[in-house]
């Protein structure tokens, strides 16, 4: 993305002819974050057993942009990549900044009309709450609430804050893209909530009894657990020392760099990787769209994926590995005889995108979702005996 070039689309793997990821549009996306972006979304679906690669596209659009003028923008950009998008090869989905109505838009500039889009926000919420209870049924903090603090309050932050019953938590910091607040006593959900609705990201600059900060001070506020929900890489060398949460839970996909990764394990604070807190969006949406019922994700969330949240927990502390490392090997390792990562391996699965997609179509919603399942069932097993020797009989 450099020049005249304004965007990009990045396919790290190919799964069964196809892979999916989101459109991010922001006005300084950047190929190598398209990239990063794109290999969490591999590392994603391998880890939960989701028969897809991964995929990500990015366009760069100024905040000045008529209306018209993005959706000429978006068309254009669907038409550009119509070949991989007909085929099945890549599907486009929703990211930050890209509306239902963007991606309808982008589908038709392919030539496809769009159906209906299921909403992720709730179901990456879903995990991400899942993901803190696993931490705290570990740790066992007792019963006084912890603080929290969410870097970027947005769609999936409002239906997180609902989850995190009030009685063990506490949100005291938020940022959005207009700025910061802090409150040592807290705000209750239903004032976020509120100003939210009514303000935007404006309600920093709108809740009563909230304190002006920096938005990089919230990363590194005094509170327990950090909820990181914004661009990738925010928490680097440069702050990394200076966080002093407890747990690191993601809504946002690589928000680590790699040397944080490392200064934070050595600090013993817990970081869990983006693509496993946030997998929600991918397992839990998966299943409501194959005619799983939402009490019934609930219940899923709350055994097989919060078991396996606690097993990942567990097996990194064994094996003195970040649950980061220890997440990225057991994703590899589940992936390595599906996916196709070579220039061959990529022309033979476009060749064949169309067919295969059309197989997969003929399965039973119902077997379907019975494969998501036991994905999530048997990630607690492949996680627990993860660098154990076979036996041999």
Known sequence: MTGGNRACVVID??????????????EDISLDEVKALAREMSLKYSLCGLPRGGAKSGIRIPANTTTEEKRQILEDFGRSMAPVVVTGVYYPGMDMNCSSEDLR?????????????????YF??????????????????GRTPLNVAIEGFGSVASHLVKRLPKNDYRITAISTLTGAVISENGFTVEALLSYKKEFGDDLVRRIPDARAIEKEEVLTAEVDILIPSARTWT?????????????????????????AVGMLHETG??????????????????LFEN???????????ATYYRTAVKSLLEKSEELKLSPIVLAEKVATKRSEARMYHSDAGYRRAARAGLDKVRLL?????????????????????DIVSYGEKPTVS
């Open 13 to 26: 793997s190919i799964v069964n002819g196809t892979s999916s990821g989101g459109v991010r549009i922001t």
């Open 105 to 121: 838009t982008i589908y038709k500039g392919a030539g496809i009309n769009l159906g209906k889009i299921t909403d992720t926000s």
């Open 124 to 141: 990456t919420a879903l995990s991400v709450a899942n993901a803190i209870q696993a931490w705290r049924e570990l740790a066992r903090p």
């Open 235 to 259: 928490i680097n060398e440069e702050n990394a020392g200076r966080v002093k949460a407890k747990l690191i839970a993601p809504i946002a996909n690589v928000p680590y760099t790699e040397e």
């Open 269 to 286: 604070i817990v970081c869990l990787p983006g693509f496993v807190s946030n997998a929600g969006g991918v397992y839990a949406s998966s």
């Open 291 to 301: 005619g799983v019922r939402l009490e019934q994700i609930e219940q899923i969330s």
């Open 361 to 381: 179509r003929k399965l039973s919603n119902s077997a379907r979702a019975r494969n998501i399942v036991d994905g999530l069932r048997k990630l607690s097993v």
